[in-house]
Protein backbone atom coordinates (compact mmCIF):
# COMPACT_ATOMS: atom_id res chain seq x y z
CA UNK A 1 0.00 0.00 0.00
CA UNK A 2 1.50 3.31 -0.49
CA UNK A 3 0.10 6.80 0.56
CA UNK A 4 1.11 9.67 -1.51
CA UNK A 5 2.60 13.12 0.87
CA UNK A 6 2.30 15.91 -1.57
CA UNK A 7 5.68 17.81 0.33
CA UNK A 8 8.72 16.57 -1.33
CA UNK A 9 11.36 14.78 0.36
CA UNK A 10 13.62 17.99 -0.22
CA UNK A 11 12.45 21.40 -0.84
CA UNK A 12 13.19 22.18 -4.82
CA UNK A 13 13.90 25.69 -5.56
CA UNK A 14 14.89 26.51 -9.54
CA UNK A 15 16.43 30.15 -10.11
CA UNK A 16 15.23 30.18 -13.70
CA UNK A 17 14.20 28.40 -16.29
CA UNK A 18 16.32 25.72 -18.01
CA UNK A 19 15.38 23.79 -20.80
CA UNK A 20 18.64 22.27 -21.21
CA UNK A 21 19.48 21.56 -18.01
CA UNK A 22 16.08 20.06 -17.68
CA UNK A 23 17.08 17.37 -20.45
CA UNK A 24 19.82 16.69 -18.69
CA UNK A 25 18.34 16.09 -15.66
CA UNK A 26 16.24 13.70 -17.64
CA UNK A 27 19.07 10.61 -17.52
CA UNK A 28 18.28 10.73 -13.19
CA UNK A 29 14.28 10.32 -14.26
CA UNK A 30 14.07 7.65 -17.33
CA UNK A 31 17.88 6.81 -17.73
CA UNK A 32 19.52 3.26 -16.93
CA UNK A 33 21.21 5.12 -13.78
CA UNK A 34 18.05 7.24 -12.78
CA UNK A 35 15.79 6.59 -9.72
CA UNK A 36 12.72 4.75 -11.75
CA UNK A 37 15.27 2.10 -12.44
CA UNK A 38 15.85 2.21 -8.70
CA UNK A 39 12.85 1.73 -7.38
CA UNK A 40 11.86 -1.14 -9.54
CA UNK A 41 15.30 -2.98 -8.72
CA UNK A 42 14.56 -2.82 -4.62
CA UNK A 43 10.65 -3.61 -5.38
CA UNK A 44 11.09 -6.69 -7.26
CA UNK A 45 14.12 -7.88 -4.84
CA UNK A 46 11.81 -6.82 -1.52
CA UNK A 47 8.90 -8.88 -2.60
CA UNK A 48 10.65 -11.86 -3.00
CA UNK A 49 13.11 -11.57 -0.45
CA UNK A 50 12.53 -13.95 2.27
CA UNK A 51 15.12 -12.40 4.89
CA UNK A 52 12.68 -10.15 7.07
CA UNK A 53 15.56 -7.53 7.50
CA UNK A 54 16.95 -7.54 3.99
CA UNK A 55 13.53 -7.07 3.00
CA UNK A 56 11.90 -4.28 5.10
CA UNK A 57 15.58 -2.06 4.02
CA UNK A 58 15.23 -2.86 0.18
CA UNK A 59 10.70 -2.15 0.61
CA UNK A 60 12.38 1.08 2.00
CA UNK A 61 14.77 2.25 0.16
CA UNK A 62 12.46 1.35 -3.03
CA UNK A 63 10.09 3.77 -1.80
CA UNK A 64 12.70 6.16 -1.26
CA UNK A 65 13.60 6.00 -4.56
CA UNK A 66 9.69 6.74 -5.60
CA UNK A 67 10.07 10.08 -3.72
CA UNK A 68 13.75 10.79 -5.72
CA UNK A 69 12.11 9.80 -8.67
CA UNK A 70 9.53 12.55 -7.73
CA UNK A 71 12.32 15.86 -6.72
CA UNK A 72 13.91 15.13 -10.30
CA UNK A 73 10.73 14.96 -12.24
CA UNK A 74 9.71 18.38 -10.41
CA UNK A 75 13.14 19.82 -11.34
CA UNK A 76 12.71 19.03 -14.75
CA UNK A 77 9.16 20.23 -14.65
CA UNK A 78 10.44 23.72 -13.11
CA UNK A 79 13.27 24.52 -15.12
CA UNK A 80 10.64 23.60 -18.20
CA UNK A 81 7.92 25.89 -17.06
CA UNK A 82 9.13 29.05 -18.95
CA UNK A 83 9.65 27.57 -22.25
CA UNK A 84 6.10 25.15 -21.90
CA UNK A 85 3.80 28.44 -21.23
CA UNK A 86 5.67 29.99 -24.23
CA UNK A 87 5.48 27.21 -26.85
CA UNK A 88 1.99 26.29 -25.79
CA UNK A 89 0.53 29.70 -25.48
CA UNK A 90 2.74 31.33 -28.84
CA UNK A 91 4.06 34.41 -26.84
CA UNK A 92 6.77 34.71 -29.15
CA UNK A 93 7.26 34.69 -32.91
CA UNK A 94 8.04 31.36 -34.60
CA UNK A 95 11.43 32.27 -35.27
CA UNK A 96 12.40 33.06 -31.99
CA UNK A 97 10.25 30.18 -30.67
CA UNK A 98 11.83 27.63 -33.02
CA UNK A 99 15.42 29.51 -31.81
CA UNK A 100 14.36 29.43 -28.08
CA UNK A 101 14.23 25.77 -28.26
CA UNK A 102 17.24 24.48 -30.43
CA UNK A 103 19.65 27.18 -29.30
CA UNK A 104 18.72 25.52 -25.16
CA UNK A 105 20.62 22.39 -26.73
CA UNK A 106 20.44 18.65 -25.63
CA UNK A 107 17.86 18.02 -27.78
CA UNK A 108 15.65 19.93 -25.34
CA UNK A 109 13.13 20.67 -28.49
CA UNK A 110 12.23 17.36 -28.48
CA UNK A 111 11.38 17.42 -24.55
CA UNK A 112 8.93 20.56 -25.39
CA UNK A 113 6.97 19.40 -28.92
CA UNK A 114 6.69 15.83 -27.88
CA UNK A 115 6.20 16.02 -24.01
CA UNK A 116 5.04 19.69 -23.33
CA UNK A 117 8.04 20.27 -20.84
CA UNK A 118 6.92 17.06 -18.82
CA UNK A 119 9.74 14.69 -17.51
CA UNK A 120 9.34 12.36 -20.09
CA UNK A 121 10.41 8.68 -18.98
CA UNK A 122 13.52 8.83 -21.33
CA UNK A 123 17.26 9.42 -20.80
CA UNK A 124 18.60 12.28 -21.94
CA UNK A 125 19.39 11.23 -25.72
CA UNK A 126 15.38 10.34 -25.62
CA UNK A 127 16.01 6.73 -25.70
CA UNK A 128 12.53 5.29 -23.81
CA UNK A 129 13.13 3.70 -20.12
CA UNK A 130 12.54 -0.26 -20.69
CA UNK A 131 12.56 -2.77 -18.13
CA UNK A 132 15.81 -4.19 -19.20
CA UNK A 133 17.44 -1.59 -16.75
CA UNK A 134 16.34 -3.94 -14.13
CA UNK A 135 19.48 -6.42 -13.47
CA UNK A 136 17.49 -8.51 -10.17
CA UNK A 137 18.40 -12.04 -10.11
CA UNK A 138 17.26 -13.52 -7.21
CA UNK A 139 20.03 -14.19 -5.30
CA UNK A 140 20.86 -12.05 -2.42
CA UNK A 141 24.76 -11.77 -2.64
CA UNK A 142 24.93 -11.25 -6.31
CA UNK A 143 21.83 -8.67 -5.81
CA UNK A 144 23.37 -6.45 -3.21
CA UNK A 145 26.75 -6.39 -5.17
CA UNK A 146 24.45 -4.96 -8.20
CA UNK A 147 22.68 -2.69 -5.91
CA UNK A 148 26.12 -1.53 -4.44
CA UNK A 149 27.07 -0.57 -7.88
CA UNK A 150 24.52 0.84 -9.00
CA UNK A 151 23.91 3.35 -6.59
CA UNK A 152 27.91 4.02 -7.16
CA UNK A 153 26.94 4.64 -11.10
CA UNK A 154 24.12 7.26 -9.94
CA UNK A 155 26.32 9.13 -7.73
CA UNK A 156 28.66 9.40 -10.57
CA UNK A 157 25.88 10.92 -12.68
CA UNK A 158 24.76 13.33 -10.16
CA UNK A 159 28.36 14.24 -10.00
CA UNK A 160 28.53 15.22 -13.40
CA UNK A 161 25.09 16.70 -13.61
CA UNK A 162 26.11 19.06 -10.39
CA UNK A 163 29.02 20.41 -12.11
CA UNK A 164 26.80 21.30 -15.58
CA UNK A 165 24.59 24.21 -13.53
CA UNK A 166 24.96 27.23 -11.53
CA UNK A 167 21.57 27.42 -10.79
CA UNK A 168 22.33 27.23 -6.19
CA UNK A 169 18.83 25.50 -5.64
CA UNK A 170 19.10 22.81 -8.44
CA UNK A 171 22.68 22.39 -7.06
CA UNK A 172 21.01 21.89 -3.41
CA UNK A 173 18.62 19.14 -4.71
CA UNK A 174 20.87 17.36 -6.71
CA UNK A 175 23.58 17.19 -4.07
CA UNK A 176 20.90 15.28 -1.53
CA UNK A 177 20.01 13.04 -4.54
CA UNK A 178 23.99 12.06 -4.51
CA UNK A 179 24.36 11.60 -1.06
CA UNK A 180 21.04 9.86 -0.74
CA UNK A 181 23.06 7.54 -3.23
CA UNK A 182 26.03 7.20 -0.71
CA UNK A 183 23.77 6.30 2.20
CA UNK A 184 21.86 3.48 0.34
CA UNK A 185 25.21 1.99 -0.36
CA UNK A 186 26.32 1.59 2.58
CA UNK A 187 22.93 -0.14 3.65
CA UNK A 188 23.50 -2.44 0.69
CA UNK A 189 27.16 -3.34 1.83
CA UNK A 190 26.19 -3.81 5.74
CA UNK A 191 23.54 -6.13 4.48
CA UNK A 192 25.61 -8.03 2.66
CA UNK A 193 28.32 -8.23 4.80
CA UNK A 194 25.85 -9.35 7.57
CA UNK A 195 25.76 -12.81 5.32
CA UNK A 196 28.76 -15.08 6.18
CA UNK A 197 29.27 -16.39 3.94
CA UNK A 198 28.89 -14.32 1.12
CA UNK A 199 31.27 -14.66 -1.71
CA UNK A 200 31.18 -16.38 -3.55
CA UNK A 201 27.63 -15.34 -4.84
CA UNK A 202 25.32 -18.62 -5.03
CA UNK A 203 25.78 -22.24 -3.52
CA UNK A 204 28.40 -23.87 -5.23
CA UNK A 205 31.96 -23.16 -4.79
CA UNK A 206 34.10 -22.07 -7.36
CA UNK A 207 36.39 -25.02 -9.23
CA UNK A 208 39.57 -25.28 -6.64
CA UNK A 209 41.77 -25.95 -10.15
CA UNK A 210 40.99 -22.83 -11.20
CA UNK A 211 39.76 -20.47 -8.08
CA UNK A 212 42.81 -18.91 -7.35
CA UNK A 213 44.84 -18.85 -10.67
CA UNK A 214 45.48 -15.70 -12.56
CA UNK A 215 45.92 -15.85 -16.47
CA UNK A 216 48.41 -13.33 -17.76
CA UNK A 217 46.46 -12.82 -21.05
CA UNK A 218 47.34 -9.27 -22.04
CA UNK A 219 51.43 -9.42 -21.88
CA UNK A 220 53.74 -6.76 -23.30
CA UNK A 221 54.50 -3.12 -21.69
CA UNK A 222 52.35 -1.58 -18.89
CA UNK A 223 52.05 -5.51 -16.99
CA UNK A 224 51.39 -4.53 -13.44
CA UNK A 225 51.15 -6.98 -9.78
CA UNK A 226 49.31 -6.20 -7.41
CA UNK A 227 47.36 -7.82 -4.60
CA UNK A 228 44.76 -8.26 -7.79
CA UNK A 229 47.30 -11.01 -9.24
CA UNK A 230 49.76 -11.61 -6.51
CA UNK A 231 51.99 -14.58 -5.97
CA UNK A 232 50.47 -14.33 -2.09
CA UNK A 233 46.37 -14.51 -3.24
CA UNK A 234 46.56 -16.17 -6.93
CA UNK A 235 49.14 -18.75 -9.15
CA UNK A 236 49.86 -16.09 -11.96
CA UNK A 237 49.89 -18.18 -15.26
CA UNK A 238 51.94 -16.50 -17.87
CA UNK A 239 52.95 -19.18 -19.90
CA UNK A 240 50.92 -19.26 -23.29
CA UNK A 241 51.05 -23.12 -23.52
CA UNK A 242 49.55 -23.34 -19.98
CA UNK A 243 46.50 -21.00 -20.69
CA UNK A 244 45.22 -23.39 -23.53
CA UNK A 245 43.45 -26.39 -22.32
CA UNK A 246 43.79 -26.02 -18.99
CA UNK A 247 41.70 -29.18 -18.11
CA UNK A 248 44.46 -31.02 -18.75
CA UNK A 249 42.58 -32.33 -22.49
CA UNK A 250 43.55 -31.28 -25.56
CA UNK A 251 41.72 -28.20 -25.99
CA UNK A 252 40.06 -29.60 -28.87
CA UNK A 253 36.31 -29.50 -29.47
CA UNK A 254 33.99 -32.82 -29.46
CA UNK A 255 30.15 -33.48 -30.27
CA UNK A 256 28.51 -37.27 -30.07
CA UNK A 257 26.41 -37.34 -33.02
CA UNK A 258 24.43 -40.94 -34.71
CA UNK A 259 25.17 -41.88 -37.46
CA UNK A 260 22.36 -39.89 -39.49
CA UNK A 261 23.39 -37.08 -38.29
CA UNK A 262 27.02 -37.53 -38.72
CA UNK A 263 25.80 -38.40 -42.64
CA UNK A 264 24.30 -35.82 -42.66
CA UNK A 265 26.88 -32.99 -41.52
CA UNK A 266 29.47 -34.83 -44.42
CA UNK A 267 26.82 -33.77 -46.75
CA UNK A 268 27.17 -30.24 -45.77
CA UNK A 269 30.71 -30.29 -45.71
CA UNK A 270 31.60 -31.62 -49.00
CA UNK A 271 28.33 -30.00 -50.68
CA UNK A 272 29.85 -26.40 -49.40
CA UNK A 273 33.26 -26.94 -49.15
CA UNK A 274 36.05 -24.57 -50.65
CA UNK A 275 38.58 -24.94 -53.15
CA UNK A 276 41.78 -24.37 -51.45
CA UNK A 277 43.71 -23.53 -55.11
CA UNK A 278 40.97 -21.83 -56.67
CA UNK A 279 40.94 -18.41 -57.65
CA UNK A 280 38.16 -17.10 -59.24
CA UNK A 281 37.51 -13.65 -60.84
CA UNK A 282 35.13 -11.90 -58.64
CA UNK A 283 33.21 -8.80 -58.41
CA UNK A 284 35.91 -7.13 -56.48
CA UNK A 285 38.16 -7.74 -59.63
CA UNK A 286 35.75 -6.70 -62.38
CA UNK A 287 35.55 -3.41 -60.40
CA UNK A 288 38.77 -2.47 -59.67
CA UNK A 289 39.63 -1.25 -62.91
CA UNK A 290 42.46 -3.67 -63.95
CA UNK A 291 42.06 -6.60 -65.83
CA UNK A 292 41.14 -9.82 -64.25
CA UNK A 293 43.22 -12.62 -64.15
CA UNK A 294 41.60 -15.60 -65.05
CA UNK A 295 42.82 -18.82 -63.54
CA UNK A 296 42.88 -22.53 -65.54
Known amino acids: MFAHNKRLQYTVRVREGNPGLANLLLEQFGGPQGELAAACRYFTQAIAEDDPGRKDMLF ?40 ALHGAGNDSHVTQVLYGGGPALTNSGGQLWNAGYIDTIGDPSADLRSNIAAEARAKIIYERLINVTDD ?12 REVSHQRSFE ?7 PNFPPGKLPGDPR ?33 QCAVDGDDGMPSVGLTAEQQEALQALVSRTASAPDADPVTGADLGSGGEPVRTK
Open 190 to 196: KALYSMQ
Open 60 to 99: DIATEELSHLEIIGTLVAMLNKGAKGQLAEATESEAELYR
Open 168 to 179: PGVKEALGFLMT
Open 210 to 242: FANVYFDMSQGEGNTRGSWNSDANFEMVSDRDR
